[in-house]
């Protein structure tokens, strides 16, 4: 049986494109999707021709890096450190993100090639860290852990004394309404989620055409994020084995609600990121939505007649009082077990991620909300988004959200999990089934595919 990080070299499992995580990658400025890998084998070898993979430097000459990674115009942020570092000189090449980033990077460390730093996603580290392609770089960063919040830092230590990746932006989630409309129906924002429910059959009473909001099917982060905020544990390693729980309590508890109101009729039950749901939130059939701190720039491209016209609060609590949100979306700055010059490499990512000058850079430049607790407080974010001026407070309120985000240790196989949610959940909706059996069915597949692999399960 293999140790809960040890080697998992099945990567046809990341590669096959019906299993691949469909994730959406969110910047200020933009929403993309990816998916499908059905070139990524030919786009890795052209890379790796070009010259493209770990670092090297002439006798004479500087430390030359190479940072595999997707957040836009990362090259004039790195372009700052290049001018004060002559030493250390970093090359970005410009990469798809999610799956496919996970392929190539995989693909090139098998030839040995990987580049020297790469943006990898929270979920997606544990993949790569099983297959020894990110190294530990505690030994080089020091204590930097108050840095960022409890909960993000778990993300990149998978709860041990392990430093696998240097937190670059974070996704914690909040509610956005529609403040015009919940003033026209007399609405107050709902603080817990028994009142987002009461919320959401007075909409439905008030105009049938109407919902709060929708439930995806397609999108497990989102639902992953919501189980963590009702205190979900899915993967959890316990000494020298995972602990796999995806079918506890909280997120049984998160499924029954959520099934219980779409099959009340109170919530409607069609995916995000359609046409229709674009549509929806443009014309106020849809009054609310459970997000991320990127929403913004989601709206602002599908909803732009509506600017000005949202808020944004908090998430509804499961307990009165209590302050705790999940977190969709995020990536961090990891270091390559290929990488000659691994201290030099995790300098950098240390100083992309946590120095003024850079971090300001990468809100500016890159358009991500940034990790770092000090950056979330930048000058950068002192202007709200210009969709939402009406609330200047924003990034503020947003800074103090994301200091509540809750931990989370994310499994080697989230790949197969996130698919099988899809899967299961379209179904229940499709065939009016229980979405708590649809969790089962994630738990049971997660496993099974674990278990298939040889990693080692606690009992």
């Known amino acids: 049986m293999k140790s809960p990080l040890g080697m998992w070299r099945n990567q046809h499992r990341w590669s096959n494109t019906a299993d691949a995580p469909r994730t959406p990658h969110r910047f200020f400025g933009k929403a993309t999707t990816v998916a499908g890998k059905a070139t990524a084998t030919l786009a890795v070898a052209a890379t790796l021709a070009a010259g493209c993979g770990g670092g090297d430097s002439d006798d004479d000459g500087p430390i030359e890096l190479t940072y595999w990674a997707w957040a836009p115009e990362l090259a004039s942020v790195v372009e700052i450190w290049n ?46 860290i099983s297959n020894e392609v990110v190294a530990d770089v505690s030994e080089y ?11 993000t830092w778990q ?18 989630m909040m509610l956005y309404y529609r403040i015009d409309l919940f003033e026209q129906f007399n609405l107050s924002v709902p603080t817990t989620w028994e009142e987002f429910a009461e919320t959401a059959r007075a909409v439905r009473a008030a105009d049938p055409n109407r919902y709060l909001t929708t439930f995806s099917a397609n999108d ?67 009054l609310a939505w459970v997000s991320a701190v990127w929403g913004p720039g ?3 491209g599908v909803a732009g007649d509506t600017a000005g016209l949202w808020g944004m609060a908090p998430l509804p609590q499961w307990t009165p009082g209590e302050n705790r949100t999940g977190s969709w979306g995020g990536s961090s700055t990891a270091v390559t077990t290929d990488s000659d010059h691994p201290e030099e490499a995790a300098e950098f990512a ?10 300001t850079a990468l809100v500016r430049e890159s358009n991500i909300y940034p990790a770092s607790r000090q950056a979330q407080a930048s000058p950068a974010l002192q202007e709200p988004p210009e969709f939402f001026s009406n609330q200047p407070d924003f990034y503020s309120l947003a800074s103090e ?18 698919s099988t949610y899809r899967d299961a959940f379209g179904a229940a909706i499709t065939d009016g089934t ?19 692999n040889g990693f080692a399960l606690a009992e």
């Open 83 to 128: 001018e004060s570092h002559p030493d250390v000189q970093v090359t970005v090449v410009e990469q798809a993100g999610g799956d496919d980033m996970v392929t190539r990077v995989l693909a090139a460390s098998e030839a040995g090639e990987a580049p020297d730093l790469i943006q990898a996603e929270y979920q997606a580290l544990p993949t790569l």
């Open 141 to 151: 960063v020091g204590d930097i852990s108050d840095e960022f919040g409890e909960g």
């Open 155 to 172: 993300q990149v230590t998978l709860g041990t004394d392990a430093v696998w990746g240097i937190p670059q932006d974070t996704g914690p």
């Open 220 to 286: 497990p982060g989102w639902f992953a994020g919501l189980a963590q905020q009702a205190g979900a544990t899915w993967w959890e390693v316990e000494g020298d084995a995972w602990n796999v729980e995806i079918d506890d309590e909280a997120t049984l508890r998160v499924a029954e609600y959520w099934g219980g109101l779409v099959a009340e009729d109170v919530i409607d039950d069609q995916p995000m990121y359609t046409p229709e749901w674009n549509t929806a939130l443009n014309d106020g059939t849809l």
């Open 298 to 300: 989601v709206l602002e």
């Open 350 to 359: 240390v100083w992309l991620n946590t120095d003024p000058e850079a971090t």
């Open 401 to 418: 959200i994301a200091d509540t985000a809750v931990g989370v240790t994310w499994g080697p196989n989230v790949n197969v999990t996130y």
């Open 434 to 452: 229980p979405f708590t059996d649809a969790v089962h069915d994630m738990q049971e597949a997660t496993v099974n595919d674990m278990r298939d």
